[in-house]
């Protein structure tokens, strides 16, 4: 698998179960690119839903994605702190300039203060039925939705306190560095 480049520019792309593209951020900033983890940043960005509606993100994001946890973590930079969106999903794949996972519905969504929300159950056990989710899938997402909660309370990851400062500074550095080269 090909590993995004400190610097560089990719899409995010989300997809759904039987293979349709669910979601396209167009433009997200690499600050750190390994073989198992994927950190990236972006503001404003356009993204396209599947029915071809577009939206601008509101806040800068830091983005997380692992290789081996089925999650991926954005957490929303907002005046009054920072919130998390956590989706329940496949480890990402780096293919073709883009990160690619599929989304699995369930969503964890995390407040400042750090209590949290389970969303969309209805819309998992809708899509399970639909889209046929195999038994070892609907166990690893339950694992993963614990081993979520569990980062949350022990603020691991991008829940530890210094996780965001350090990466609202690279992000603010890679922008910096995009600017001189104009």
Request: proline share 4%.
């Amino acid at each position: 698998m090909a590993i995004p480049v400190e610097g560089e520019t990719i899409q995010i792309h989300s997809y759904k179960h039987n293979g349709r593209i669910h979601r396209v951020w167009q433009e997200t900033t690499i600050l750190k690119g390994t073989k198992n983890i994927v950190i990236g940043a972006n503001e404003r960005t356009l993204v396209t839903e599947s029915d071809g509606r577009t939206w601008l993100t509101r806040e800068p994001s830091i983005c997380y994605f692992h290789a081996e946890h089925w999650f991926n973590i954005i957490c929303m930079l907002r005046e009054d702190g920072v919130y998390y969106y956590c989706n329940l999903s496949s480890p990402f794949v780096f293919d073709n300039n883009a990160i690619k996972y599929i989304d699995y519905d369930l969503d964890i969504k995390v407040f400042p203060d750090m209590s949290y929300s389970l969303l969309d159950e209805d819309e998992y056990e809708l899509h399970s039925k639909e889209m046929s989710y195999p038994d070892v899938i609907d166990k690893i997402l339950k694992r993963n939705v614990d081993k979520l909660i569990s980062w949350i309370q022990q603020k691991r990851g991008p829940f530890a306190p210094d996780f965001i400062d350090a990466w609202t500074s690279r992000y603010k550095f890679q922008l910096d560095m995009q600017a001189d080269d104009c």
